[in-house]
């Protein structure tokens, strides 16, 4: 059984899916497209032998689709997602599940109202095997007890616009996520702390800045979010132990020597650090829906949480104190 998948929103990461479910997956093909671009969504469906939609109804609705993947922007993906909902389709939801908590819920409570899981949210760090690798260190033979946990996180320039808001909504979205997958954990506080900003960081605007966490065990995590950066995209990880400490490696890059010069390239973006969490991802994706088995990865609720505590991140650094997450009762269909 060959999943047909529609796709909306084909800008970078929309394409890049898209390509990969089309030529790389394996038990899956593209055959619906939407964009608010409609000729940049024509390219793609040529390419891949595609149709392109006028609206996205139209993808959601399609007869010729099983399932739809939402890569449309921040802004449009709870309104998408109830859509696809409404219609029982299967969703990848690309991050975050939305901006704004509220919309975020409606989501949950739709899902909760259909008593089973449609969607899995695009937080593909959780098939990164660097993370896998950390977290496999957090044993008595290895590093004991996770304790503190150091993020980096950079992006060459600000992919849609330096926001303080949309830093904490958008980019260390992925901390948010990572890090209670990491440390089997929830929140308990988060701190945002902004120092001397950069001289292209724009008037009013907060960049670099300075996450810090406390979980329910107590653990601290700190992030380091520099959404400007200038020199290229970097995630890095570190985990001070109980009895030691581990740095997650740079992905699969290589240290090349040449010409008096001993280095890395660091990638504009994210595309080439995470080319293999995102296949493993859609792999994942494609393998449950044909087999009906239970969707892998970061479900909705996962999906709410995050935007739950990036919504804290917010109010956090509008008073720039610590601010008390406060997560509602999980619903049983996400035990
Ligand atoms: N998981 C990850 O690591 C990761 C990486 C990149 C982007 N993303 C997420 O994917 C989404 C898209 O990011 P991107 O970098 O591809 O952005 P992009 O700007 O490159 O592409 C967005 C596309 O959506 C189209 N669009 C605008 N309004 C739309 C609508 N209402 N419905 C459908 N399409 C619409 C635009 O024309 C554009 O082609 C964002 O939500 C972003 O957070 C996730």
């Known amino acids: 059984m060959t999943i047909r998948v529609g796709v909306i929103g084909t800008g970078n990461i929309g394409t890049s899916h898209a390509r990969d479910l089309a030529m790389r997956v394996s038990g899956s093909t593209v055959t619906v497209l939407y964009d608010f671009d409609q000729a940049r969504a024509a390219a793609l469906a040529d390419e891949l032998g595609a149709t392109a939609v006028p609206t996205f109804e139209d993808v959601i609705e ?43 819920l409606r989501v949950i409570e739709a899902e909760v109202a259909l008593g089973q899981r449609h ?88 960049d670099p800045l300075l996450v810090v966490m406390r979980m329910q065990s107590g653990a601290l995590v700190e992030v380091e979010a520099f959404v400007n950066s200038q020199y290229g995209y970097e995630v890095s990880c570190r985990v001070t132990g109980s009895r030691g400490g581990a740095q997650m490696g740079e992905g699969s890059f290589i240290t090349r020597s040449v010409a008096g010069v001993r280095g890395q390239d660091v990638p504009e973006l994210w595309l080439s650090r995470f080319a293999g969490a995102y296949h493993r991802q859609l792999q994942a994706w494609i393998d449950a829906l044909r087999s009906a088995g239970p969707l892998p990865g970061a479900s909705a609720w996962d999906g709410y949480v995050a935007t739950i505590t990036a919504n804290c991140a917010v109010a956090a650094l509008d008073s720039g104190l610590p601010v008390e997450v406060a997560l509602p009762l999980r619903p049983a269909l996400y035990d």
């Open 62 to 104: 399609s007869d010729d689709v099983d399932a739809v993947l939402i890569a449309s922007p921040d802004d449009f993906h709870a309104e998408q997602a109830l859509a696809g909902l409404a219609a029982g389709r299967q969703l990848l939801c690309e991050k975050p599940l939305a901006p704004v908590e509220a919309d975020a």
């Open 119 to 206: 969607i899995m949210m695009g937080f593909m760090r959780r098939f990164d095997p660097g993370y896998a690798e950390l977290k496999a260190q957090f044993t008595d033979e290895g590093i004991g007890e996770p304790l503190i946990v150091h993020h980096l996180h950079t992006n060459q320039s600000a992919p849609y616009g330096l926001a303080s808001a949309r830093t904490m909504t958008n980019m260390v979205i992925h901390e948010f996520d990572i890090t209670r997958w990491l440390l089997d954990d929830d929140y308990a506080s988060v701190q945002v702390i902004a120092g001397r900003p950069g001289p292209q960081t724009p008037e009013g605007e907060l």
